[in-house]
């Protein structure tokens, strides 16, 4: 499609600033007020794995040894100084998901591809954070060849020079995608002239994340609010060899989305709102071209799960936080509203 015919169809910054706000959850609030960093701007890669099916035990085996590497090596960003790397780079996330991949991502019942997807999300406090990564990677890794090869033969998509450029809150806590998590993982390539087209596409799409979905630990059961655990869309200009910077540009710009949701009927109530009467329909709509040829690189549209992270503690696993939800139903101990606002709760209410 050309970029012309995109363009015509997006007009959503000023059918979104139209609309009343929806109400903004207390867990929501709460996280913006108490976190103390800005994403936006900061160091983003994102590589993706498109390997035959044949190869997931050895591919899974590779992602648990790097999940490993990551913990020893690496650190959450907790409020250290921004240039400080003396005890490992600093992460403001980390984690790879997993998802067989369909023909049709928007269709679950679609047959499956034959392939599995791994997708990497990697955010940096800065760049020399992403640097130190590749260097401690490739003196302390042994796996790192291995990922090499896998990249040179099966990556279909890969951003070593990204920068966050939505996400549902600036300043949030670092690392709050959970092992269990259901995932929307979406890249797309286009050229350079469609560049602010697409930039005002995401930017009223990161409005829509805001208004219509919560952020965080809390209670999963509301019945049009699906609930996040991380959010970016990240921006970067597409270079000729991702590992080698000095080789150049394309030409063209890449996007990449991460989504995480606490549980799986999160991904439902997201696209539930590509019904008319949600109001933002518009918004898919503009959306669906980029989801074709030639601008998508690969779509995990809920078919993928989180399989290795770096959690900060405060956020626990999708597998604990369903297991205590389930106890707080059964043997309730907390006042209603204490299940929204935890630990900053008002003396009160």
């Not at 090596?73 to 998901?97: A, I």
């Not at 955010?123 to 003196?139: Q, S």
């Not at 399989?307 to 999708?318: A, C, D, L, P």
Request: net charge negative; aromatic share 10%; glycine share 6%.
């Amino acid at each position: 499609m050309p970029a012309s015919s995109l363009a015509a169809r997006v007009s959503l910054p000023f059918a979104l600033s139209k609309r009343a706000k929806a109400p903004v959850s207390r867990r929501s609030a709460s996280v913006r007020a108490s976190a103390a960093l800005n994403h936006k701007g900061r160091t983003a890669l994102t590589g993706i794995l498109r390997v035959p099916q044949e190869k997931e035990s050895e591919v899974d085996a590779m992602w648990r040894s790097h999940e490993v590497m990551m913990q020893k090596t690496h650190k959450v960003y907790d409020g250290e100084l921004e240039d400080d790397f003396t005890d490992g780079p600093r992460l403001l996330e980390f984690y790879v998901s997993k998802a067989v991949e369909k023909t049709n991502p928007l269709d679950p019942a679609s047959p499956d591809s034959g392939h599995i997807l791994y997708c990497v999300n990697e955010k940096y406090v800065a760049p020399e954070g992403l640097a130190e990564h590749m260097r401690v990677g490739a003196e302390q890794w042994d796996q790192f060849p291995k990922l090499m090869e896998f990249i040179r033969d099966y990556s279909p998509f890969m951003t070593t020079n990204g920068e966050i450029f939505t996400n549902y809150v600036d300043r949030a806590p670092a690392c709050t995608a959970r092992k269990g998590d259901t995932t929307i993982n979406l890249g797309f390539v286009v050229p350079q002239s469609m560049e602010r087209t697409v930039d005002a596409l995401w930017k009223s799409h990161e409005e829509f994340m805001r208004e219509t979905h919560d952020f965080g630990e809390g209670p999963t059961n509301d019945p049009t609010r699906p609930r996040l655990t991380q959010f970016t869309i990240t921006k970067a200009r597409e270079l000729v060899n991702p590992m080698d910077p000095t080789e150049g540009f394309t030409g063209n710009l890449q996007y990449s989305m991460q989504e995480t949701y606490a549980s799986k009927d999160g991904i439902a109530k997201h696209m539930a709102f590509n019904d008319p009467k949600s109001g933002y329909a518009a918004l898919f709509e503009a959306l669906m071209p980029l989801l074709e040829e030639p601008y998508v690189r690969y779509a995990d549209v809920g078919q993928g799960v989180v399989i290795t992270s770096m959690q900060k503690g405060g956020f626990n696993s999708n597998i604990v936080g369903g297991f205590k939800e389930l106890l707080d139903k059964v043997l309730p101990r907390r006042a209603p509203h204490e299940e929204y606002c935890e630990e900053y709760c008002p003396e009160t209410w």
